[in-house]
């Protein structure tokens, strides 16, 4: 357990009133290198939050890499932050932030086709595969990679930002050098022991979820725009925002494969500034199944103990 102080993000998210967009038609719901640190001194509310996650990878054999930092004060609690985990589809938020940075306006809406057999290779595709006909704008690929997880969505973005390796050079750009996007889908959910291909830590993608959304990084609309798509993801819902108290908003993008089990979001209490949370999580038997409770529990954990010291 690790309790620090992290600079340069008092302030950090001035985000304006969502944007308006034309959004992708929507289908049923389914059925960095850290930012510099100060250590600050160990407390019992720290030994009490990591014995409950200790706890918790125990019950469920499993390993747990957590960040949560409040915006307003700097103050983070995190637990496991360097262990590397496969990112799965968390990876789309940062995927449509390297778009809406690289792409300029006009050029998103451009109508974009694909094929039946395109979008049943890349696995996850409620949305694509329901427009093989009449096809969708960049702008409402984007919006589909975020809002709902769809993998032939998330290619096609790539493909016009550049491929993985211009998504990698992107991050790196934030000044993530932790994480390594090497595959588009399906191929990055297959972690190979010992890789760091396709792969991050809570520090760095705390830090760099930070980043994309400091006002800097995208304009202000742009900002928006993503939290616009991450507030409504359909594929979250058991997860951190399980995981948070009753009137709180949750803007997450929510990742799963095999054991692995991820949730990276923007949490805003009543009343109250942004915290940035990093949930990744890993079941330890390979042939295991991820549990969205994990990652629910462990928020509840980390965000009540985050209170707590404030």
Sequence with gaps: ????????????????????????????????????????PASDLDALVEDELVGLEREYDATI????VDT??????SYGDDRRFGFASTIKA??????????????????????????????????????????????QLAEAAVRFSDNAALNLVLDRIGGPAALDDALAGLGDTTTEVVNDEPTLNAIEPGSTEDTTTAAAFTASLARILDGFTLSATDTALLIDWMSDNRTGD??????TPAGWTVADKS?????????????????????????????????????????ARTASIVLNGLDRST
């Design 94 to 139: 940062f995927a449509a932030a390297a778009f809406l940075q690289s792409v300029p306006s006009p050029d998103r809406d451009e109508l974009v086709r694909w094929t039946a057999e395109e979008a049943a290779a890349a696995g996850h595709a409620p949305v694509t595969s329901q427009h093989v006909e009449d096809g969708l704008t960049y702008a």
């Design 65 to 68: 890499g957590v960040m949560a």
């Design 1 to 40: 357990m690790r309790r620090t102080l992290a600079l340069g993000l008092s302030g950090l998210l001035t985000v304006v009133a969502l944007a308006g967009c034309a959004g992708v038609p929507r289908p049923p719901a389914e059925s960095a290198a850290a930012s510099p640190t100060v250590d600050a």
């Design 238 to 243: 058991a997860l951190i925002r399980a995981g």
């Design 255 to 295: 990742g799963g494969a095999g054991p692995i089990r991820n949730d990276i979001a923007v949490v805003t209490p009543p009343g109250g500034d942004p915290i940035l949370i990093t949930v990744l999580t890993s079941r330890n038997d390979p042939d295991a199944a991820f549990d969205d409770a994990l990652v």
């Design 72 to 77: 307003a004060t700097g103050e983070s609690v």
